[in-house]
């Protein structure tokens, strides 16, 4: 009717432009908060601290060989018990330092028994607390005056710090 009528006028541009600008503007928004959604959603990389010199969880290998070696020494008559008991100490306490991120090389068992426990690293701190009581009376007891230590091999020694090293969980 409004053609007929011949009162129909085209709409000039300068009427149309602020539409035309604000839709642009709205979809260089929605495109931009698409963008920004897919790269907060993306899952972050878990980067885990490298404190120590075997610090990833796969290198377990590498800790049981250094167990195989303190074994093997022993085995060849490299190092005598005394050695290989001490070594197998250092290499559980060198492996828990690594995994706890705090040195507890020189703790002693009460001190061990000292370090606070928490949820990730509790099982891992009981496992080495019952390792290093193993250990200590094979280590430090005088044969000649305590047969029980002298009932301890080397090859069960290396069982319990092989024993600590696969079951801690990081």
Same mark, same amino acid.
């Given at each position: 009717?409004?053609?007929?009528?011949?009162?129909?006028?085209?709409?000039?541009?300068?009427?149309?432009?602020?539409?035309?600008?604000?839709?642009?503007?709205?979809?260089?928004?929605?495109?931009?908060?698409?963008?920004?959604?897919?790269?907060? =959603?993306?899952?972050?990389?878990?980067?885990?601290?490298?404190?120590?010199?075997?610090?990833?969880?796969?290198?377990?290998?590498?800790?049981?060989?250094?167990?195989?070696?303190?074994?093997?020494?022993?085995?060849?008559?490299?190092?005598?018990?005394?050695?290989?008991?001490?070594?197998?100490?250092?290499?559980?306490?060198?492996?828990? =330092?690594?995994?706890?991120?705090?040195?507890?090389?020189?703790?002693?068992?009460?001190?061990?028994?000292?370090?606070?426990?928490?949820?990730?690293?509790?099982?891992?701190?009981?496992?080495?607390?019952?390792?290093?009581?193993?250990?200590?009376?094979?280590?430090?007891?005088?044969?000649?005056?305590?047969?029980?230590?002298?009932?301890?091999?080397?090859?069960?020694?290396?069982?319990?710090?092989?024993?600590?090293?696969?079951?801690?969980?990081?």
């Amino acid at each position: 009717m409004i053609m007929a009528a011949g009162k129909f006028t085209p709409l000039d541009l300068a009427d149309v432009t602020p539409y035309v600008a604000s839709m642009l503007a709205l979809i260089v928004v929605a495109v931009a908060l698409i963008v920004l959604t897919v790269v907060v =959603s993306r899952p972050r990389r878990r980067t885990s601290p490298g404190t120590g010199a075997h610090r990833s969880t796969s290198d377990k290998g590498e800790w049981l060989a250094e167990i195989e070696d303190v074994r093997f020494r022993f085995q060849t008559g490299e190092i005598g018990s005394d050695d290989a008991f001490s070594e197998l100490a250092g290499i559980a306490r060198r492996f828990a =330092s690594d995994r706890l991120g705090r040195d507890v090389t020189n703790h002693t068992l009460a001190e061990l028994h000292a370090v606070p426990r928490s949820r990730s690293n509790g099982k891992g701190l009981d496992l080495l607390r019952q390792t290093i009581s193993a250990l200590y009376p094979p280590e430090f007891a005088d044969a000649a005056t305590q047969a029980h230590a002298g009932e301890t091999s080397v090859d069960e020694a290396a069982g319990w710090v092989s024993n600590l090293v696969e079951r801690w969980r990081s």
